[in-house]
């Protein structure tokens, strides 16, 4: 097939034959993903704004020419340590170990003592240590031929993350794993890959964060995936706070598989960033499997975060549960289309979405777009979305206690997500992100 | 401590344009327990949003001093620090904010209201300490506190909750708005305890507005008020309530013609007014 594509689409495949030079010793069936990726890339138009996912959220401005995607990037410097000091050390004393990766190359590993029997590295030693597992999950449940996006990052993707568990195992202690970006490091493809196999438990924190401060920075740019496999009876808990500055793009395909009795408490922070595409899907694969959902959006500025989730119930009684709250200041702006999708088979399925916004200035604005896909007879399906300003009425009864405007409004945005950190019963992470919000709220 | 006098004149109170209040005067000193009564859609609540500040009431005419200070200048929370309180009869509920950290910022602002956004709040020991002592007075479930503010309360966890605050902030005057609708009689009893403590404890002066004479049983007042027509046309002693509760509003509205008028239509139009 052959398209005309934007010229800032264009990567010449003398380009890709460079980009391969610069991930040596990958194995052969790996090469052959990108390539098979690579032509997919080639083949498929930009997204527009004719694109359903792509109607509201406008990455016109977005150079992908801008980004030097073919070459390895420089060696982080003592600088960039420093720089992302502080965001290690707040992880490494809330949780057991962790990884620490600038631009997706490591720069700290996690300690193999505390680690036991799991596996939390980086994408290279895992492919030399694991290659048949590797083989076996890698991009088996993240497409990479849905948009030009999904099929660039699986042909171009590098480095990453993979935390494995096998069968059996139980991780007690929370395991934590940043992604940053710096200064002088704008550029992160790296690919997440998470296994809990049968029966296996862990909790995974993963902050994804930039030490560029805002206006001197020069465009960022996420293009990830995450792969997240849940085994039978598996229970896994998985944060990932994006905190990116307000320069960078972040572009993120992620999905869960969940197996038969399995759980998945996947929480998602949207902080950070000039402009976010998500997809972040979930599907119950087995019986009994159950999910549950969280989000917490605060936009300030011009940003715009667009996320588009996913509730697939494959198979009988399986639960999910999705809750996103968003708050938003400035000229800023959300988008959420959700979607629970119940295959024939999955007859006492259990599916809910809300999305709740909090719309704080008047030119900021949310969409949301809850949707529903059933095709059995005997399900529970519920969904809503609201959005609106602070009430006012809420503002005077705490002005009649004496409490100043300024302060009653920070404490009813406050308010406003208690139920989505209520839900997080990874202790540290809800006081991470009512700092977080805390502070985008007095900035915003 | 020297009493203060809340001092009510000649005030006017507009919502949406439309006139509500008519010239109230009301002046009631500290240590002193006033009843303003009057049929539905009179303006009693009106009366006590208008000296609370909100700002959907509009004030066209007339003063409201507490002590010298002229509350009509002052923001709602401002109005607090003086010393002014309002029960709601409808208290908003504010989801994910708890009772304890809800009173905990309002009672340091109350007491410092000197102080800076962002300084400390009042110690977290001495706050829990005198809270669990109120809520104790009050009959209320240590659960209570790690509530979120007035969410999913009954009709009488409210009104509890909000003589908890009463008891909390020791104000100067507090005006109760039907804090006693909804409530059984043991509710009753066990509210208006809770306001005659504080009151005694405090010298406060008590507005109680209400249209049944049941919490008067409880909260005695001194003084009577009688609210129609948006004026207060009748003053008198606790002999006005035994006469209301024989005869109605009849004979007001027979004796105050012009006041009935204004009355028919408020009441017309009382739905519409929030």
Redesign the interface.
């Given at each position: 097939m052959s398209t005309a594509v934007a010229s800032s689409h264009a990567i010449a495949s003398l380009e890709f034959g460079e980009f391969l030079n610069s991930v040596p010793n990958e194995p052969a069936w790996l090469t052959e993903k990108r390539r098979a990726a690579f032509e997919s890339f080639a083949a498929t138009p930009w997204p527009t704004s004719r694109d359903e996912e792509w109607r509201r959220t406008d990455i016109r401005a977005f150079r992908l020419n801008a980004f030097d995607l073919v070459h390895s990037p420089a060696a982080a410097t003592l600088e960039d340590l420093d720089e992302i000091a502080p965001a290690r050390d707040a992880l490494a004393s809330a949780y057991g170990t962790g990884i620490v990766q600038i631009g997706g190359q490591t720069t700290q590993p996690a300690d193999l003592i505390k680690l036991g029997k799991a596996t939390l590295t980086d994408f290279r030693t895992f492919a030399e240590s694991n290659p048949e597992i590797l083989e076996k999950y890698l991009f088996g449940t993240v497409g990479t031929s849905e948009d030009a996006l999904a099929a660039l990052h699986a042909a171009m993707f590098r480095g990453g993350i993979v935390l494995y568990v096998p069968k059996g195992v139980k991780v007690a202690d929370p395991l934590y794993a940043l992604s940053a970006m710096t200064a002088r490091q704008r550029i992160d493809t790296s690919h997440t890959l998470i296994v809990l196999e049968d029966g296996a438990e862990a909790t995974l924190v993963h902050d994804l964060v930039s030490t560029a401060s805002g206006e001197s920075a020069t465009p960022g740019l996420h293009l990830g995936a995450v792969e997240i496999v849940v085994g039978k009876d598996a229970n896994l808990k998985y944060v990932r706070i994006q905190n990116w500055d307000d320069q960078t793009w972040h572009f993120s395909r992620e999905r869960a598989t969940v197996d038969a009795g399995g759980s998945i408490q996947w929480t998602i922070g949207g902080l950070g960033s000039r402009l976010s595409k998500v997809n972040q899907e979930t599907a119950l694969a087995g019986p009994k499997a159950s999910a549950q959902v969280n989000g917490v959006m605060f936009t300030t500025g011009k940003q715009h975060l667009a996320y588009f989730t996913r509730q697939d119930h494959q198979a009988e009684n399986t639960t999910s549960d999705l809750l996103y709250k968003g708050g938003l200041t400035g000229k800023s702006r959300t988008v959420w289309k959700g979607m629970i999708r119940v295959e024939p088979g999955a007859q006492k399925t259990d599916a809910y979405q809300k999305n709740d916004s909090l719309i704080l200035t008047q030119s900021a604005r949310a969409d949301s777009i809850p949707g529903l896909e059933i095709e059995a007879n005997d399900v529970r399906c519920t969904h809503g979305a609201t959005a609106g300003p602070v009430d006012p009425e809420m503002v005077f009864y705490a002005e009649a206690r004496g409490i100043p405007a300024e302060t009653a409004k920070r404490l009813i945005v406050e308010g406003f997500f208690a139920n989505v950190y209520d839900r997080i019963s990874v202790e540290p992470v809800r006081e991470s992100l009512r700092l977080a919000v805390a502070k985008k709220l007095s900035l915003g | 401590m020297s009493t203060k006098t809340l001092r009510i004149e000649n005030l006017h109170v507009s919502v949406e344009g439309k006139p509500i209040l008519r010239g109230v005067n009301l002046t009631i000193n500290q240590g002193e327990t006033h009843a303003l009564m009057g049929p539905n859609g009179s303006g009693k609540s009106t009366l006590s949003y208008a000296l609370?500040?909100?700002?959907n009431y509009e004030i066209t005419d007339g003063t409201a001093y507490l002590g010298d200070v002229n509350l009509l200048e002052l923001?709602?929370?401002e109005?607090?620090?003086a010393g002014l309180?309002?029960a709601?009869q409808y208290?908003?509920s504010?989801?994910?904010?708890t009772m304890a950290?809800?009173?905990r910022?309002?009672?340091t602002?109350?007491r410092m209201?000197d102080r800076k956004?962002g300084e400390d709040l009042i110690s977290m020991r001495d706050f829990r300490k005198e809270l669990k002592q109120k809520m104790d007075e009050l009959g209320m479930d240590g659960d209570f506190a790690r509530r979120?503010l007035n969410e999913g309360f009954s009709g009488g966890e409210k009104k509890r909750a909000e003589v908890l605050?009463l008891a909390m902030?020791q104000p100067a005057f507090a005006i109760l708005d039907e804090t006693d609708s909804g409530l059984d009689i043991d509710a009753v009893r066990v509210v208006s305890e809770g306001v005659n403590r504080v009151a005694k404890a405090q010298g406060t002066g008590v507005l109680v507005i209400t249209h049944y004479q049941r919490i008067l049983n409880y909260i005695q007042p001194q003084f009577v008020h009688i609210l129609y027509g948006g004026r207060i046309v009748e003053n008198g002693g606790p002999e006005l309530v035994t006469t209301l509760e024989r005869e109605g509003y009849d004979w007001i509205r027979a004796k105050y013609p012009q006041e009935a008028r204004v009355e028919d239509e408020l009441e017309a139009s009382a739905s519409a007014v929030v």
């Open positions: - | 609370m500040g909100h700002p923001e709602a929370d109005r607090a620090k309180f309002l709601f208290p908003t504010i989801p994910g904010v950290n809800f009173l910022h309002a009672v602002n109350v209201p956004e979120y605050q902030l």
